[in-house]
């Protein structure tokens, strides 16, 4: 038991220090660099407006961003997976990233010069969208009063399957805009701002907290249904609401950022190994953990190539994707 307390601690202590050092990495790596007497400057207030534009309005958003996405993306794999019971489980597997896809592609394609209440049409129809397609998958798989995993898998596989089609038919008609469209697919925080920021973040921290009351019932329900409804626990009603929480937190983040991938499979994963199963531990350290792992692959994705930045999304594909290959892999070899 106090081993384990240490390796906590251990792994509190390194995301807290990894997190500082992933920050100032952020404000001082760019196409414009920014030297510690600038940055001094900045602080007491006599840098040039350049400066203070390139900093306040454009790099200090943009790291906070990265963090309340990834922090996003990671809670909620942390909570599908435990729904599902399933390490394979991920924000993406329940048709939210194809409706946002489809949201921002009409976005782009009718409404780009449009905004609302100070925020692009891209954000608030990949947002709309992304929910409903959510609601979809979870009123087809919605069965006799009950949902199944099963039959919710199967929805959001076949609904993703459907909104992708009406992507790639907009895409198509639109060739003119298939350039920006596919740049959003990949995911990319260059255009984070705090307006976009204000509306973000208060969802994602409160269902963030939301998410982490659900701890102990989650925890109850990997023993399964029967042993869950004997303990108290309504389990259709508790997966009912986090998946809700999770539709919700990961719908906010694509609609900010683009579809970024692996993130919710890979974190919340390589933290179980390290602190066990239990959601109380588990949840508040995938919301560090993924803040600051897409804050480093966004530091990545603008240093990996000279003169050119790479969407982030291309970077947690390159790594998320051999992760899942391993975990496939080793998954047949237990069967």
Request: proline share 3%.
């Amino acid at each position: 038991m106090l081993k384990q307390r240490t390796k906590n601690g251990w792994l509190l202590i390194a995301l807290i220090v990894g997190g500082i050092a992933a920050f100032v990495c952020a404000f001082f790596i760019g196409s414009s660099g920014v030297s510690i007497p600038e940055f001094l400057q900045i602080l007491n207030g006599t840098a040039s407006d350049t400066m203070q534009n390139i900093f306040l309005n454009i790099r200090l958003p943009r790291a906070i961003g990265a963090f309340f996405v990834g922090a996003a993306l990671a809670i909620s794999g942390c909570a599908l997976q435990g729904v599902f019971k399933n390490p394979m489980a991920d924000p993406f597997v329940l048709g939210i990233s194809s409706g946002a896809s489809l949201g921002a592609t009409l976005a782009m394609v009718f409404f780009s010069k449009t905004s609302l209440q100070g925020t692009g049409m891209i954000t608030a129809l990949s947002f709309v969208c992304a929910l409903g397609a959510m609601f979809m998958v979870y009123s087809i798989s919605h069965i006799r009063g009950k949902v199944s995993t099963f039959s919710l898998l199967l929805s959001g596989f076949a609904i993703s399957a459907l909104l992708t089609a009406l992507v790639y038919l907009l895409m198509l008609l639109n060739r003119d805009k298939m350039d920006q469209v596919v740049m959003w697919n990949m995911g990319s925080l260059s255009a984070m701002n705090w307006t976009k920021l204000y509306i973000a973040m208060p969802v994602i921290i409160v269902c963030s907290c939301l998410l982490m009351t659900y701890s102990k019932p989650l925890n109850i329900m990997l023993n399964g249904d029967e042993v869950s409804q004997s303990l108290g626990v309504d389990t259709h009603k508790t997966r009912r609401n986090l998946l809700i929480l999770t539709a919700l937190l990961t719908a906010t983040a694509v609609a900010i950022s683009g579809i970024i991938g692996f993130v919710g499979l890979m974190i919340p994963h390589l933290l179980r190994l390290v602190v066990g199963p239990d959601n109380k531990k588990l949840m508040p350290l995938c919301f560090a953990g993924g803040g600051v792992f897409l804050l480093a692959c966004d530091i990545v994705a603008r240093v990996v190539l000279k003169g050119q930045e790479l969407p982030v999304g291309i970077i947690t594909a390159i790594i998320g994707v051999p992760f899942f290959i391993f975990l496939l892999r080793r998954g047949r070899r237990t069967v």
